[in-house]
């Protein structure tokens, strides 16, 4: 698996491993089931983050979102948008940490996912190798503006209208 | 009628060199055609039997001379000189080549145009009333609101892979003339029965298909400035919650059947009540800005019904037929709206030639303040001419073969491209509606029987809206033969209803006969004044299922 | 496989060709428009290595949508799909017989024969 993040591919820092295997990683990715077991062994400073479908309600992946540091969604296809709208709710819910896209999104998908509150995606290396770097980046600049408010994008055209129209003196 | 902005056009500009790299990167195989398809799709761009086709959006279905004279190029360059209306105004071009598309989307930026969202699982582009704007039934143009939500359903980064596609439409009319009934979500502009203000009724699980189903209502009241918060809040439901097992259960119609309408609405609320509006939705100054755009052109101050129009009607019998089949109240005295049928006897429903749309654009800019209107019905409009200048049109129209007198007739059929395009097809359905269009040519026998809505699809997803016609026409494949399957007592206005089956499917040759069947019941029990649809509502489907088997049993035995 | 479907013979191997869309036919060295060019395969075995030569022009993203097509040979020397559908393709839209291959190759829809 490769990682990405909107500053390029670069080393994941966490580790997949059962709950009971995590001791000694500073940064380890257990099952959803594993959690209770992860958090109540985790050493200070250890970074613990769950792997969840795409099909957790947000509800019950709240009780869990404050204590975990990262929670990465699971994209069985990338044609498959659910993983948009958890990370929406997740993050709405106050989710602070990080969120991580597990699976073969495509780099047209990329600038969207950011925009949905991940921070990050994890894609199977042959994706990674038939769409390079260059690919994903490419993706988080080509629009300049988007019509949505309240997505975390740069400007949306909808507030820089109004920017417009307040600074209409100038 | 809308002008992008900078922020629009520098918008659609990005979307065209991200589509030209996407096709580049297809080529170059970094990009499968798995991975491809979605996104030409999403640029409107399908894979038909002999070509690519590309689907071109015309928002809310209004268009401009200057528009239609480029789509008239694009023709003219790109394609076979010619263009097919369908039914969610949008145009198609069936003779694309891939490497083309970058360029032609190009070329509808430069006038404003874009193919984004016209296919794909996605929020599609938002249709509206044909007449919006000069209906005297309206409550409220609609298009400002459909304009709202065209910008923010474009490129929305949470929608754009939903279970499936996601239609909406809109109307501000009594009438319901944009068949929002049977629309992933219709709106219907309403005042509120106690303070008057204007707000939207919000039906949900309309659609066609192959699980063909009537909208429900899930908010009876919204209020302006909630739009888009309730918009988002539906959207993330069914995004989170829509089937993706099985795409012909994965429209929010499913959804809606399968948990049904309480706790759909429950589901929505409850998501709804975690949002901030005024977060979501466009400002009040923006809203007004959009809506100024669509301020009523300048109308001369004119008597209704004037001595010259009546003088050329009395006169020319065949001008005072057109007139009154193809025109439409005008809410401004002396005006009319006017449809341009592209239903010419033995055409292909739709249809048009880059010079009939140069044409169309001319007259639109002589008559009509340059402004045309694109209808469900595969019509044109031109929507704001003076009754004193229809003569002069009609005979210009004439000459160009573009004045057919049969708006809403029975020759004014719906026909989606069938397989004579279609890589889904399981029939032709063109064939049919030009055979139909042949044996009831005759303008008095189309007066007689009056408005009757024939709707033919070329297999069961039903592009040709066939389930909602007062008469529909299915085209299957039955042993290795076209076999045709009729629907009685559909309807796609206010009174929205599912036809149902009359009998065994039939072969192409059998169909007109057995229409005429269905004529004759009509024409035979009518009361006074009483449409088809109306006849069959009050008759029930079973002297016109009598009928219609006779011939077939006799056949059979 | 032993339990893969027979391919009903002849057959010849049709898609759309990526860059333009227009439909394709395999002529063995590579790609035709033309439907007497086509490669035709006259038993199981043929048909096996058509159907490969698809899947590996996909694969190149030459093509898409590459399947079999089985037809009867009786036109002349014009293969002529045995199902309505793939006529249609072959030939080009019913409704306009002055587009589409018909119109483009002379003689094709006279051999071919129009749907009965
Ligand atoms: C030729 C290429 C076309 C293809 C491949 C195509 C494909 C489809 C498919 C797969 C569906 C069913 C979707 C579903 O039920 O979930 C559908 C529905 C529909 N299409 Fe098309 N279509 C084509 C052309 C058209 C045309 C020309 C029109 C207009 C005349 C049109 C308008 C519609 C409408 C109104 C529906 C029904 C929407 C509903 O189910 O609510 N399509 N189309
Ligand atoms: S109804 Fe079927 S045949 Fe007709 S356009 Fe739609 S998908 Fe094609």
């Known amino acids: 698996m490769t990682l990405l993040d909107r500053h390029g591919f670069r080393p994941d820092p966490f580790r997949r491993l059962p709950a009971s295997e995590i001791a000694g990683h500073p940064a380890v990715i257990v099952p959803l089931a594993d959690v209770q077991a992860g958090l109540l062994v985790r050493a200070s400073g250890q970074r613990i983050g769950i792997d969840i479908a795409n099909t957790l309600p947000a509800e019950d992946a709240v009780p869990l979102a404050n204590q975990v540091d990262l929670i990465a969604i699971a994209f069985p296809g990338f044609a498959d948008g659910r993983g948009f709208t958890l990370a929406r709710r997740l993050r709405r819910n106050g989710f602070r940490g990080i969120l991580r896209a597990v699976g073969p999104l495509i780099p047209d998908q990329f600038a969207y996912a950011m925009a949905c509150g991940f921070d990050e995606v994890e894609l199977p290396d042959a994706v990674a190798t038939r769409q390079g770097e260059a690919a994903w980046l490419a993706d988080l600049a080509i629009y300049s503006t988007s019509y949505q408010r309240d997505y975390a994008r740069g400007q949306n055209i909808l507030d820089a209208r109004r920017e417009a129209r307040q600074g209409g003196g100038a | 009628m809308y002008r992008y902005d900078e922020f629009d056009a520098a918008f659609v500009r990005d979307r065209v060199a991200q589509f030209s790299a996407q096709v580049q990167r297809r080529l170059a195989g970094a990009l499968t055609e798995d991975e491809f398809k979605p996104l030409r799709l999403q640029n409107g761009v399908y894979l038909q039997l002999h070509a690519y086709m590309l689907r071109i959006a015309i928002p809310y279905g209004t268009l401009s001379a200057r528009q239609l004279r480029q789509l008239a190029l694009i023709g003219e360059r790109f394609d076979r000189s010619y263009g097919h209306f369908t039914t969610r105004q949008n145009l198609q071009f069936n003779w694309i080549q891939l490497k083309d598309v970058p360029e032609i989307l190009s070329l509808l930026a430069d006038v404003e145009m874009h193919a984004i969202q016209t296919s794909g699982n996605c929020i599609r582009n938002v249709t509206a009333d044909q007449f919006a704007g000069v209906a005297a039934d309206e409550i409220e143009d609609p298009r400002p609101v459909a304009e709202l939500i065209r910008q923010w359903s474009t490129a929305h980064p949470e929608f754009s892979f939903l279970p499936r596609k996601f239609k909406i439409a809109v109307t501000g009319a009594a009438e319901d003339r944009a068949a929002v009934a049977v629309h992933d979500i219709g709106l219907r502009i309403v005042r509120h029965p106690e303070t008057g203000e204007t707000g939207y009724a919000v039906l949900v699980g309309g659609g066609l298909g192959r699980t063909p189903m009537v909208g429900k209502w899930v908010r009876e009241f919204l209020p302006k400035p909630h739009l888009l918060a309730y918009l988002e809040a539906l959207m993330r439901v069914y995004n989170a919650e829509g089937r993706r097992d099985n795409k012909y259960k994965a429209r929010v119609k499913i959804l809606v059947h399968e948990i049904g309408i309480e706790a759909f609405r429950a589901r929505v609320e409850a998501e709804f009540a975690r949002l901030d509006p005024s977060r979501i939705q466009a400002d009040a100054e923006e809203v007004a800005r959009i809506a100024r755009y669509f301020a009523a052109p300048a109308y001369a101050d004119l008597p209704d019904n004037p001595p010259a129009f009546r003088r050329a009607r009395a006169a020319n019998p065949e001008f005072d037929r057109w007139a009154a089949q193809n025109g439409f109240p005008h809410k401004v005295p002396g005006y009319q709206a006017v449809t341009l049928s592209l239903k010419g006897i033995g055409e292909a429903p739709g249809d048009i030639s880059s010079a009939g749309m140069r044409l169309v654009a001319d007259l639109a800019d002589r008559y009509s303040f340059g402004e045309i209107r694109v209808t469900h019905a595969q019509n044109l409009v031109l929507p704001d001419v003076r009754q004193d200048e229809l003569f002069d049109l009609w005979q210009a129209l004439a000459a160009g073969g573009l004045a057919t007198a049969n708006a809403g007739l029975i020759t004014d059929i719906i026909a989606c491209p069938g397989l004579d395009y279609c890589a889904l097809a399981t029939a032709r359905s063109i064939p049919i509606a030009q055979a139909l269009a042949r044996r009831f040519a005759s303008p008095e026998r189309q007066q007689e029987i009056g408005p009757l809505a024939i709707k033919i699809s070329g297999c069961i997803n039903a592009c040709g809206h066939h389930h909602v016609g007062h008469i529909g026409i299915l085209g299957l494949e039955k042993r290795g033969e076209e076999s045709y399957q009729i629907t009685l007592g559909g309807d796609a206005g206010n009174a929205s209803a599912i036809g149902e089956i009359l009998g065994p499917g039939l072969g192409a040759e059998d169909v007109p006969d057995a229409i005429e069947r269905l004529v004759a019941v009509y024409l035979a029990h009518r009361q006074p004044g009483e449409l088809f649809v109306e006849s069959v509502r009050r008759l029930g489907i079973e002297p016109f299922k009598t009928a219609f088997n006779a011939e077939i049993h006799h056949d059979a035995a | ?116």
């Open chain 3, 1 to 116: 496989m032993s339990t893969a479907k027979l391919q009903p013979l002849p057959a010849i191997l049709i898609a759309n060709d990526l860059l333009t869309g227009d439909t394709v036919f395999f002529a063995g060295n590579g790609w035709t428009r033309h439907p007497g060019e086509a490669l035709m395969a006259e038993d199981q075995a043929a048909s096996l290595r058509l159907g490969e030569a698809g899947q590996e022009a996909m694969r190149l993203n030459q093509v898409v949508d590459a399947y079999l097509v089985d037809v009867d040979l009786s036109a002349g020397g014009i293969p002529v799909p045995r199902h309505f559908r793939e006529r249609f393709r072959l030939l080009g839209p019913t409704i306009r017989p002055d587009l589409g291959k018909q119109a483009e190759f002379p003689g094709l829809a006279a051999q071919a024969g129009r749907t009965r």
